[in-house]
């Protein structure tokens, strides 16, 4: 390796180096874990301490590894630890979920896990991995630079999380200046499709395209936030439904136009469900109408976009 090119140590905070090499001295065991490979949380990962008895991953909040995906059961899978043998083994263990479990593409029931195997829980893809200090040190570094950004990380847009502190100052603006403001709600049709056949890295590939047309429609002061996994939230502060539903259709017909070689033969589009928020609305009541526009849409067969009517007590 040339001299001057960087190693993975150089990433390492400064006030976790010393402790790392410290560790590598020592010879510290590495440590197994899980990371999300796919979907809205790309990238999170959970450490399997020694201690842990069992672990277990689902939609359920009880779960140590919740993932709220709707392909995803309440209590999906376990991890746990087998000290029967010489060498500590993790085993996964399916629990009767819905949509199964397969471990590198092989439906299971249990599976001793091996350094870089993937699990699909539901659609969820993750890796399992063997990691030393080095690279946990690395992993909590990116991880708390992530969190300290309100973009995501695989589109660059807005996440939901950033639009929780955005929003409440983007509405009152818009009421001390008598402005309407319209949310659309964007979803990629037939999207499962695409990660079943061509798999999450296309399916990844897809959505930070779509990210990047988003972000080339929009204007300076509208809010385009990755909502779901493949659901986008565009909030545009001063358009009417019918603007907004205008500006919904550019990005229809952008998204439509893409050639996304990736797919191959299948194309690629959204339906879109827009609605101007009611003066007396809360915010929850205003997204829910976006929300069923959407499936109208979705319902009067897909790349299309529907407004809501505007609600009666307003």
């Not at 376990?78 to 819905?98: A, N, P």
């Not at 309100?150 to 409440?168: I, V």
């Not at 990047?212 to 439904?241: K, Y």
């Not at 205008?246 to 070689?261: D, K, M, Q, S, T």
Request: hydrophobic share 35%; glycine share 8%; with cysteine.
């Amino acid at each position: 390796m040339p001299q001057d090119e960087p190693t993975l140590i150089d990433h390492v905070p400064p006030e976790v180096r010393a402790e790392v090499q410290a560790g590598l001295a020592d010879e510290a065991p590495r440590t197994p874990t899980i990371t999300i490979a796919s979907g809205a949380e790309s990238g999170r990962y959970l450490s399997i301490e020694p201690q842990s008895r069992a672990l277990f991953i689902g939609r359920d909040a009880t779960c140590e590894f919740t993932i709220d995906d709707p392909s995803v059961s309440r209590r999906h899978a376990r991890l746990y630890l087998d000290s029967s043998t010489r060498e500590l083994s993790v085993v996964v263990q399916d629990l009767g979920s819905t949509n199964g479990t397969r471990v590198n593409n092989e439906e299971i029931r249990r599976r001793v896990l091996e350094h870089g195997d993937r699990i699909l829980v539901g659609d969820i893809l993750l890796r399992f991995e063997m990691l030393d200090p080095i690279d946990i040190a690395y992993r909590d570094g990116l991880a708390r630079k992530i969190e300290e950004s309100d973009q995501d990380p695989l589109t660059g847009l807005l996440t939901r999380a950033a639009l929780d502190e955005h929003m409440p100052g983007l509405l009152q603006r818009c009421q001390e200046r008598s402005w309407p403001v319209s949310a659309v709600l964007m979803d990629l049709d037939h999207f499962k499709q695409i990660n079943d056949t061509r798999g999450h890295t296309v399916g990844d590939t897809v959505l930070q395209r779509c990210g990047e047309i988003v972000s080339a429609t929009i204007r300076a002061d509208d809010l385009g936030v990755r909502f779901g996994g493949e659901e986008f939230l565009i909030i545009f502060p001063g358009a009417r439904r019918l603007h907004a539903r205008l500006l919904a259709e550019r990005i229809r017909e952008a998204v439509g136009a893409e050639p996304f070689p990736q797919v191959g033969a299948m194309q690629v589009t959204a339906s879109f469900g827009v609605a101007e928020k009611g003066r007396l609305e809360s915010v929850t009541e205003w997204l829910e109408r976006a929300d069923q526009a959407l499936y109208r849409a979705k319902d009067r067969g897909r790349n299309r976009s529907e407004a809501a009517p505007m609600p009666r007590r307003n």
